[in-house]
């Protein structure tokens, strides 16, 4: 029996079972990479959140984690002008591997921004996990090191991805309806 769609989704783009072994697959990436080496983690949130919480349980290594929140979408559909930092991260990563993960790169302004307020700490190493990879948008010249799943260029939510800080709760990835793509849009569960 086929499981029933999300009545906020017009499509699924990854299902619950495709996120869970992608993330599998990560985390074995990953841990190759790093051996067996301390990694220092900075999310960007709150759209990584569940994202990083899941890829950190499957890495043996020693994890420090901090998380730096970004606004870059407020209440729209499309990331806008530039990025702003709302709270910085508070670890020292000088000397230190870091993992920087983020739900999505789009644009590329926020894994860019943050990117750059690292490498300025002299990590040992910097390196970008991101969830969903949406190519047609990009406007900054960046790529992750690593990416989850190459998506196309519609307004995706579920896994913490959100619209308006709804739906991050979707156990799986999907397209939003277009009419519940307006701020103000009574939410459906």
Do not use: W
């Amino acid at each position: 029996m086929a499981k029933k769609i999300h009545p906020a989704l017009e499509t699924v783009l990854a299902s619950e079972e495709q996120i869970r072994e992608r993330v599998r697959e990560l985390a074995a990436e990953l841990t190759r990479v790093y051996g067996s080496e301390e990694v220092t983690i900075i999310s960007i949130i709150n759209g990584a959140i569940l994202f990083t919480a899941d890829l950190m349980r499957l890495l043996p290594n020693p994890i420090r984690l901090d998380c730096i929140r970004i606004s870059s979408y407020r209440s729209a559909t499309r990331s806008e002008g530039v990025p702003k930092v709302l709270q910085s991260f508070q670890l020292d990563v000088a000397g230190r591997h870091v993992l920087l993960i983020d739900d999505i790169l789009d644009t590329g302004k926020t894994l860019a921004l943050v990117r750059q307020m690292i490498r300025v700490m002299n990590p040992a190493s910097l390196r970008t996990c991101v969830l969903l990879d949406k190519k047609e948008r990009r406007e900054v010249d960046i790529e992750a090191d690593f990416a989850g799943f190459s998506i196309p260029n519609k307004f995706v939510v579920g896994y913490g991805l959100d619209f308006d800080e709804r739906y991050r709760n979707i156990p799986c990835i999907g397209v939003l309806k277009p009419e519940l793509q307006t701020p103000g849009a009574p939410a459906v569960c």
